[in-house]
């Protein structure tokens, strides 16, 4: 039997790669989970005037069916909703408004972009249908070995190769017009990953999913799955930072001894199974392999910086073309790519605890904002911003692959029990791609370890599910 299991990080990768090994190897197995932060990772919150904000990864897809399943079983709720309007800004005017009229923003998106926007729908929603195959196959306990190997069980060719070319090239491919992708999947991709219309099609299209469907968020805050799930699994949260894996062997099995250091000082564990949900790249972690033959390589690619600004204050709303700030009716501001504009995306954000008495500040009076920017903010930029503010708190991240960057998929497997989850960020990144991930590892972990391999990398899954039934 599989004796103590670790799990390097407690994001949400971290919290459901613990709970999904449980799941599948049983309650007996004993979990050491190693963070370094605080339980949570980027799932943060920030806190103004007594009340708690997110400060990043906020909202849900209303099919992300593992985060629904997670929340249903922590007993946690959905946040109530509080309408909004967005629009998509150029730095001189906006290019699309939201009205509280439906069908006149349907007619607004198809007077301006005619059919491309029909036709934008009908691709985003090919692809997430495919991408919910993996659900059943997951239901079925079927696994597979490398990123590649489960896009192809999805979607075949065609998904593999949306990782490997660009959003834009793929949605003019089926017909989108360039001003559609110019003005609205330029703003969609600056507010969701901080890049531009060349970022992978699979990713582009996972983020489009999210902008045109409806979406939650957990009451309270994200980060409680995190916590919840750790707390649910009973697993061991060691506050440590893993320096590195070397690798010994007994009774002809891999044993894997983990290196870390905490405020204690130095220390080691051995584990018959590891899960890395932390990035392996030089300039994320410096961590170390030893004993490995042949050697673990650094994995190439590169992180796309970005600063979230939390700023109470007032909006400078004559920026935007509304001297009269009691005028200004939108919410959320994307921006399409315009060079001078020094943002990518700001919203009116409301707290993680919502009453039933909340309502949204008028566009006159102080308000919560949060800002996405490639850079901090400098004082003028502020000021461009907001008439005046009392506070801004500044979180700069290294959040999401830089996606130009990426040649090849990195691997899921490093060696016979030691697995590396991060990985699916360079196919998409959200938190159901990660939960998705984290599903994969555990029965991937749990069906190399007896040796279940008609269960990996199966061929026409489909049809084999179909017949399972």
Request: aromatic share 12%.
């Amino acid at each position: 039997p599989l004796s103590p299991a670790a799990v390097v990080g407690a994001g949400l990768g971290g919290s459901a790669s613990a709970y999904f090994l449980q799941q599948h190897f049983g309650p007996q197995v004993q979990l050491d989970v190693y963070e370094q932060a605080g339980v949570g990772g980027r799932l943060a919150t920030v806190t103004v005037n007594k009340q708690q904000y997110e400060s990043r990864g906020a909202s849900i897809h209303a099919l992300s069916l593992h985060m629904q399943d997670f929340v249903k079983m922590l007993g946690l709720k959905h946040r109530r909703e509080v309408a909004g309007k967005s629009a998509i800004f150029s730095g001189e005017h906006f290019v699309l408004e939201e009205t509280d009229w439906y069908l006149l923003n349907l007619f607004r998106l198809w007077w301006h972009y005619g059919i491309s926007f029909l036709r934008l729908q009908m691709w985003v929603e090919e692809v997430m249908e495919k991408f919910m195959r993996i659900y059943k196959y997951q239901a079925h306990g079927y696994a597979f070995s490398s990123l590649e190997e489960l896009l192809r069980s999805l979607g075949g060719e065609a998904f593999v190769n949306m990782t490997q070319r660009s959003v834009a090239e793929s949605l003019l491919e089926v017909g989108v017009t360039q001003r559609f992708v110019d003005d609205v999947i330029a703003a969609v991709l600056r507010s969701s990953y901080g890049q531009s219309v060349l970022v992978p099609a699979f990713a582009g299209a996972m983020s489009l999913a999210g902008a045109q469907g409806s979406t939650w968020a957990v009451e309270g805050g994200n980060k409680l799955v995190c916590s919840g799930l750790l707390k649910l699994t009973k697993a061991n949260v060691i506050s440590a930072r893993v320096t590195g894996i070397s690798l010994h062997s007994s009774e002809g099995r891999a044993l894997y001894q983990v290196h870390y250091e905490s405020t204690e000082g130095q220390g080691s564990a051995f584990y018959d199974l590891v899960v890395l949900t932390t990035p392996l790249h030089p300039s994320r972690s410096n961590f170390t392999f030893d004993n490995f033959e042949p050697p673990i390589a650094d994995l190439p690619g590169a992180f796309q910086p970005s600063v979230t600004s939390v700023v109470h204050g007032y909006l400078n709303s004559s920026y935007f073309g509304f001297p009269d700030p009691k005028l200004f009716p939108f919410t959320s501001i994307l921006t399409t790519d315009t060079p001078e504009l020094f943002f990518h995306a700001m919203d009116n954000i409301c707290p993680v605890n919502i009453s039933a008495a909340f309502r949204r500040k008028q566009p006159q009076e102080a308000a919560v904002w949060r800002v996405l920017s490639p850079r901090p903010l400098d004082k003028p930029q502020l000021k461009t911003l907001f008439r005046s503010y009392y506070s801004v708190q500044v979180a700069e991240w290294q959040t999401y692959p830089r996606y130009d960057a990426a040649k090849a998929l990195p691997p899921v497997v490093l060696h016979e029990s030691l697995f590396y989850l991060s990985g699916v960020e360079w196919v998409a990144s959200s938190m159901e791609m990660t939960a998705v991930a984290a599903k994969n590892v555990a029965l991937l972990a749990y069906n190399r370890w007896h040796q279940q391999l008609d269960k990996i990398d199966q061929k026409d899954l489909m049809h084999k599910v179909k017949t399972e039934l």
